[in-house]
């Protein structure tokens, strides 16, 4: 009786044991997938998402990425995605997150949960060295390029430009280069590494036709995985290892002063 009683309690101690890392983590942070953390990024939007050399994905985003992914003992799965396909990826559970460059807007937070503000830049305005558009002033009448269904794109309506889209903004910067429109909205990181990178003869006006910070997305539902995201980020940041994995690509910190934080769910 004895053996049998001792049994039965090592049975019950048993099940009460989690099987495994990864079951614990699809429990608290809601993944689609024990252990594993699908991310959404395009791979074509540097320096936010790249090829590098060998043809492996580089950039801002996985580079926060995977460090995210290490700090929640979670295997970092990337998913390619076009970017006017993302929102709807997301609503239909196709992968956990998305770390695509997306700004951060109050439309947006009505549909999507955003996590904190990871990176903080604008709009600005590419250029030819030689041409009359001189700032966002100048842009109406102009047949100006932006990726599909991004803010850049409404900013050029907003102004009154003539708008031509794109999948992304490689191919407008190169339209633009060809002489095929006028200029280009898009990120101000994203315009100077691809006009560094590109090696074209181009240039960004002065000013800025927007100041934004973005935030990686979630749908709604997954309090636990944003703010599993939010902590390792802002440890990250405190330790100096945000700051490591970034400045190179771009030169320097572009954390936020002030962190756009995530809206209660």
Same mark, same amino acid.
């Given at each position: ?25 699809? #429990? ?24 590098? #050399? ?18 929640? %003992?979670?295997?970092? #799965? ?14 239909? /559970?196709?992968? %956990? ?63 009154? #430009? ?12 190169? %339209?633009?280069?060809?002489? /095929?429109? %006028? ?40 309090? /636990?995985?944003?703010?599993?995201? /939010? ?35």
């Amino acid at each position: 009786m004895k053996i049998k009683h001792f049994l039965r309690i090592a049975t019950v101690l048993a099940a009460m044991i989690p099987l495994g890392h990864a079951s614990a983590a699809d #429990a608290k942070l809601e993944l689609l997938q024990p252990g594993k953390l699908s991310v959404a990024t395009e791979g074509t939007d540097p320096p936010f998402s790249m090829r590098s #050399a060998d043809g492996k994905l580089d950039g801002l985003e996985i580079r926060v990425l995977k460090e995210i992914a290490k700090r929640l %003992d979670l295997e970092y #799965a990337p998913v390619i995605t076009k970017w006017d396909s993302i929102l709807v990826g997301l609503q239909a /559970n196709q992968f %956990d997150m998305s770390s695509a460059a997306m700004d951060i807007t109050p439309a947006r937070q009505k549909a999507i949960v955003f996590s904190d503000g990871w990176i903080e830049s604008g709009g600005r305005i590419i250029i030819p060295m030689k041409t009359d558009i001189k700032s966002a002033e100048d842009l109406k009448g102009k047949r100006i390029g932006a990726q599909v269904s991004s803010t850049y794109a409404q900013l050029a309506v907003d102004h009154g #430009a003539t708008l031509k889209n794109y999948i992304d903004v490689t191919a407008a910067v190169q %339209d633009l280069a060809n002489g /095929n429109i %006028d200029g280009v909205i898009n990120d101000s990181i994203g315009n100077a590494f691809l006009i560094k990178d590109m090696h074209l003869p181009l240039q960004q006006t002065p000013d800025y036709v927007s100041k934004i910070q973005k935030g990686f997305a979630f749908k709604k539902g997954k309090p /636990n995985l944003t703010a599993a995201v /939010n902590k390792a980020l802002a440890d990250m940041v405190a330790d100096g290892t945000y700051a490591k994995l970034v400045t190179p690509i771009v030169g320097y910190d572009p954390y936020p002063k002030d962190p756009v934080r995530t809206l209660p769910q």
